[in-house]
């Protein structure tokens, strides 16, 4: 069964920055597309940045262009989110997700199948 098992998260002022991580296991993830998206209480996941395993092309959502980067590290299995310039607006709990049929530009929760069950940001002012 595939896992996907996020840590990193934190507490930081507003301009720090926090890498995420997030382990994947349960097969070769070859031809999915792998993504990073958050969700504070009350409101929607929304998603924030996705990468294709094979190729790593990236997509990114609006909000975190020019402060987030997403990678990919094929031996160890595990997709990061490096995050900069850090807004309080960021604060959320941040999830992974995989969706196995690779389909790029997908910014939709629903589009992923896989989860992993999140870690938490906090950024202060």
């Known amino acids: 069964q595939v896992q996907l098992v996020e840590s990193g998260g934190g507490l930081v002022q507003a301009g720090g920055s926090l890498r995420l991580s997030c382990a994947a296991s349960?097969?070769?993830?070859?031809?999915?597309?792998m993504g990073w998206f958050r969700q504070a209480p009350g409101k929607e996941r929304e998603f924030v940045a996705s990468?294709?395993?094979?190729?790593?092309?990236?997509y990114y959502a609006d909000s975190v262009k020019g402060r987030f980067t997403i990678s990919r590290d094929n031996a160890k299995n595990t997709v990061y989110l490096q995050m900069n310039s850090l807004k309080p607006e960021d604060t959320a709990v941040y999830y992974c997700?995989?969706?196995?049929?690779?389909?790029?530009?997908?910014?939709?929760?629903?589009?992923?199948?896989?989860w992993g069950q999140g870690t938490q940001v906090n950024v202060s002012s």
């Open positions: 997700a995989a969706d196995p049929f690779g389909r790029m530009w997908r910014d939709a929760a629903r589009d992923y199948a896989y």
């Open positions: 990468i294709k395993w094979s190729g790593g092309y990236t």
């Open positions: 349960g097969r070769t993830f070859s031809g999915y597309i």
